[in-house]
Nanobody, 122 residues
Framework: QVQLAESGGGLVQAGGSLRLSCTAS????????MGWFRQRPGKDGEFVAS????????DYADSVRGRFTVSRTNEKNTAYLQMNNLKPEDTAVYLC???????????????WGQGTQVTVSS
């Protein structure tokens, strides 16, 4: 099973940008769909974005579409989440996830990272 490690979280003002990275090890990165979930304070975890193993297909939650971009570099075993025009309601722990199926990843990821905190101040 692939191990995932996130980085790139931090504190940013509303309207700012951050880029999260997720580095995978212990598995065949190129065979996994990758994605991001987030855990906002007092709320259930929610799907944010996903990308197919080839990078040709992406999927976004309505709340982030047009502001966030998911990408990957298979040669570096790394996936990214570029977050622009951040809002205070984007404050959450962001977790990298993986699954062999991009469709199943949206509801039942197979592998999870430990998460990285993103805080957006107003």
């Amino acid at each position: 099973q692939v191990q995932l490690a996130e980085s790139g979280g931090g504190l940013v003002q509303a309207g700012g940008s951050l880029r999260l990275s997720c580095t995978a090890s212990g598995g065949s990165f190129g065979s996994y769909a990758m994605g991001w979930f987030r855990q906002r304070p007092g709320k259930d975890g929610e799907f944010v974005a996903s990308i197919s193993w080839s990078g040709t297909s992406t999927d976004y939650a309505d709340s982030v579409r047009g502001r966030f971009t998911v990408s990957r570099t298979n040669e570096k075993n790394t996936a990214y989440l570029q977050m622009n025009n951040l809002k205070p309601e984007d404050t959450a722990v962001y977790l990298c996830v993986a699954h062999s199926s991009q469709l199943t990843l949206r509801t039942q990821p197979r592998s999870w990272g430990q998460g990285t905190q993103v805080t957006v101040s107003s």
